[in-house]
């Protein structure tokens, strides 16, 4: 027997006066599963988002959290965590001192308030940290806090809203194991992210948020394939910007400017040769690579198919 949803979303639209802002968005999401939120600035995720922890009642269409609406129902919001991008924590107080007092505002009996820190600090393995107050913690110390934070009163959905803002590699790494350590309980995870490389590793299902609508949705690997097939990344980083008639060539060669400086790149089915006769081709020009890079197509690359409006469901 299939787990009802934690969360649906069905056919919601809203706007700001005469600004639409979502239109006709449809989103589930079930116990025990990670699905990254995607899509550039303005796309609609925040709206989204205060939409689903009731904050926004959406102009048409539903939202339930284990089947009751948020926006009317405050009860159905107790089964949420909610973690913003910015620290919402009490700098001058110990992380257990914040978590104490969060499980207080959420409610948890003072009978089981301990017990509800020790197993917030054991999920996130901030035990060692307990003791050590958050304006003196490491900015992945204090994002593993906030998670503590939001899962004091034990949510069934947790949202993350950017969370690796701040975090160097191997602070993100730990930040992701808690993630996955929360899903392996049935915790149901929304996460919010311009960190494509993190969306690809965690999330079992994503989707791409355009101008309000749900573009496309899916598991990331079956998208990235059904998207290129067989084809590669051919990347080409330059010495120097090109002038116009260097542009010009690299254009004729079938090559796009990435986002990133001197960075041109291209799709090809035949990878590493291409790169080689590009190579070639290139210097013959005058246009020096610095590097020319071989790779498997990313959520990276389904991002900017998808924002260029080349690719839809």
């Not at 787990?3 to 919601?12: K, M, R």
């Not at 339930?64 to 009317?72: E, S």
């Not at 110990?94 to 820190?117: D, G, I, M, Y």
């Not at 919010?192 to 989707?207: I, M, P, S």
Request: hydrophobic share 45%; proline share 5%; glycine share 8%.
């Amino acid at each position: 027997m299939t787990a009802e949803p934690i969360l649906s979303v069905t056919g919601v639209v809203h706007a700001y006066g005469d600004k639409p802002v979502l239109h006709g968005v449809d989103l589930i999401l079930n116990p025990g599963e990670i699905y990254a939120l995607l899509g550039p600035n303005g796309a609609g995720k925040t709206t989204l988002i205060k939409t689903i922890c009731g904050r926004i009642r959406p102009d048409g269409g539903a939202v339930a959290l284990n089947g009751q609406d948020p926006a009317r129902v405050p009860s159905a919001r107790a089964c949420l965590g909610l973690v913003p991008q910015e620290i919402a924590l009490y700098a001058h107080l110990t992380v257990a001192e914040n978590l104490a007092a969060f499980a207080s505002l959420a409610q948890v009996p003072r009978k089981a308030v301990s017990a509800a820190v020790q197993r917030a600090l054991e999920l996130t393995r901030t035990v060692d940290r307990a003791h050590v107050p958050v304006r003196h913690l490491s900015g992945g110390y204090q994002r593993r806090a906030n998670i503590a934070a939001a899962i004091i009163h034990q949510p069934t959905l947790l949202i993350l809203d950017e969370p690796t803002v701040g975090v160097d590699v191997d602070a993100r790494e730990a930040l992701d194991a808690v993630i996955r350590g929360l899903r392996d309980l049935g915790v149901a995870v929304l996460l919010t992210t311009h960190d494509l490389e993190q969306a690809g590793a965690l999330a079992d299902r994503v989707g791409f948020l355009r101008e309000g609508c749900l573009a496309l949705e899916g598991e990331p690997r079956e998208l990235i394939a059904e998207a290129f097939g067989d084809r590669m990344e051919v990347l080409v980083e330059l010495s120097g910007e090109p002038d116009a008639a260097g542009e010009a060539r690299l254009v004729a060669e079938g090559l796009v400017k990435a986002t990133r400086a001197n960075i041109w790149t291209r799709l090809d089915a035949d990878g590493y040769a291409a790169a080689a006769k590009l190579d070639k081709a290139l210097r013959k020009a005058g246009l020096i690579p610095r590097e020319i890079r071989v790779r498997e197509p990313s959520l990276h690359s389904l991002f900017t198919l998808v924002a260029d409006r080349k690719l839809a469901a």
